[in-house]
Structure formats: C-alpha cells, structure tokens
C-alpha cells in the first residue's frame, strides 16, 4: 500500500465516524485497530460482545470525554439492536424439544433396560475378561462428556449469553442422548493415543461374537433405527432432498456397522453417566 492508498485509508475512517470529529491521528489508529480484528486466525476469534469491549478500549483512550460519550451511546444502541435480534431469533422450539425428549424417554426406558436385565442381557457382557480396559474406556468417555457439555455451555453464553433459553435448553437434550447411548463414532474422532489404542484393542477382541449374541444386538439396534425414524417423521415428517434440516448419516459398512454397535454396548452404562 502506497501512502496515498494508506492516507485514503484513513480519511474513509474519518468519515465513517463523522460525528466523532476524529483528528488524522486519532482515525489512524483506529484503521490500526480494525486491522488487528480482521487478522487472519484458523482457531481464535471474537465473539460479538468481545468485538464490542475490544473497541471500547480503545476509544475510552483515543477521546476526549465529551466525544467518548457519544461514542458510548452509540455502542449501546448497537448491543442493544443485537440483543433484540438473539431475543427475536429465539423462536419457541416446542416440536424440537418434544422431539428430543420423546428419544430420551424410549432410550432410557425402552433401549436401555435390556441390556442391564440379567435374563435378556447379552451373553458376551456377563462373562466379559476385559472389564479393566473395559472401565478405562468409559472413564475416558465420562471425560469426553463432561468436555463436550463445558464446551457448550461455554460457547453458548459467550456468543449468545442469556438471550438464546430455548437454543441452550435443545442443545442440552441433544447431548443428554450420547450420555444414554454412547456416541462411539464422535468419542473416537477426539481419543487420545493411549484410549485410541485401547479402543482398537477391543475393537478386536470382540470383532467375531458368536451367532447369538450378534443377532441379538443386530436386533436392538434395528429396533433402535425404526424407532429413531418413526418417531422423527411423527415430528417432522417424512424427510425429502429438499429438506434442509434433514442431514443423512454416513453409511456404514456391514463390518463397520457391527464394530460401531459391539463399542457402544460396551460403553452403556446402567447410570447413564450420572445424566
């Protein structure tokens, strides 16, 4: 940039905060400031609100009182606006809600219970030889959980603070259900080396269960599957291509299938992770 483009630079600054009167310096830095929030960062960036503080500093040193004022009132109506907005885009979400709560119910009363029944439990889990590095794996998960809901919460009131209700309170029963049933798939993606390879390890070990036992959670998670989509089409419909909020699974393998469903039932837990 050349020093006619940078003084042009500025000069726009000045212009756009007309009503603040800013010296040639003062819209200098300014330009310097806006340069610094659009610095280019893969994993760090501001939320709404830190945007606002960020600039706020900067202007508290830059003015005077008098124009610091204006510039004060001005920020708070643009807080304001946006608040209203998040207020506005927290339509109620009874159908969403309902949905959720609905698989909760069938997969705490309905799914759940077979396999803590000692007389329709499956075979293999009472007579299971890896129970330690069975009880490593779903500690690692319990850590995985409580990762995954402090990072939620903590996303949700930095971007929406107390504004979203509704937003927060379907986030929170979305992952209430991996609590329930173990979401084997998304827990592997953020293992560890050590857990990966335990995983790995049991993953093997249990790759060929007898014939009956096979069947049997074959037939759980059949059960599962048409319950999953009965009960989204009673809510929502049947889902089409044009349906936006309709986001299909990845298909799996018939090997990768029976892997995915021998894991999660070795990460059930009768308590549900405290949920």
């Known amino acids: 940039m050349n020093p006619e483009e940078y003084k042009w630079h500025i000069n726009l600054v000045k ?5 603040l009167n800013l010296t040639f310096e003062q819209a200098e830095k300014v330009y310097l400031h806006e340069e610094d929030k659009m ?12 945007e606002w503080d960020f600039d706020l500093s900067l202007f508290r040193k830059i003015l005077n009182k008098e124009k610091f004022q204006d510039f004060e009132k001005a920020h708070q109506e643009n807080i304001k606006r946006y608040e209203k907005s998040l207020v506005e885009n927290d339509k109620p979400r009874d159908t969403d809600i309902s949905y959720n709560k609905e698989l909760i119910d069938f997969y705490t009363n309905g799914f759940l219970p ?8 499956v075979g293999f889990l009472r007579t299971l030889k890896e129970t330690d590095k069975i009880e490593y794996l779903k500690k690692e998960y319990k850590k995985f959980l409580n990762e995954r809901k402090k990072e939620l919460l903590t996303s949700h009131f930095r971007y929406n603070r107390s504004f979203k209700p509704n937003v927060l309170e379907l986030e929170l029963l979305r992952h209430k259900l991996i609590y329930i049933i ?5 827990f592997k993606q953020e293992m560890d080396k050590p857990t990966k390879a335990i995983s790995e390890y049991l993953e093997n ?10 069947e049997t959670i074959s037939e759980k ?4 599957k048409e319950f999953n989509q009965k009960c989204f089409e009673k809510y929502y419909g049947k889902p089409s291509s044009a349906d936006t909020y309709f986001i299909k699974a990845p298909e799996l393998t018939s090997a990768e299938e029976r892997t995915y469903n021998t894991m999660t039932v070795l990460l059930l837990d009768e308590k549900k992770y405290g949920c």
């Open 221 to 224: 998670f059949q059960e599962l």
């Open 114 to 121: 077979d396999f803590f029944n000692k007389e329709n439990q």
């Open 39 to 50: 610095t280019y960062s893969e994993k760090h960036f501001f939320s709404e609100w830190e």
């Open 15 to 19: 212009d756009r905060l007309g009503y």
């Open 205 to 214: 070990k249990f790759r060929y269960l007898i014939d009956t036992e096979e």
């Open 182 to 186: 173990p979401n084997y798939l998304y």
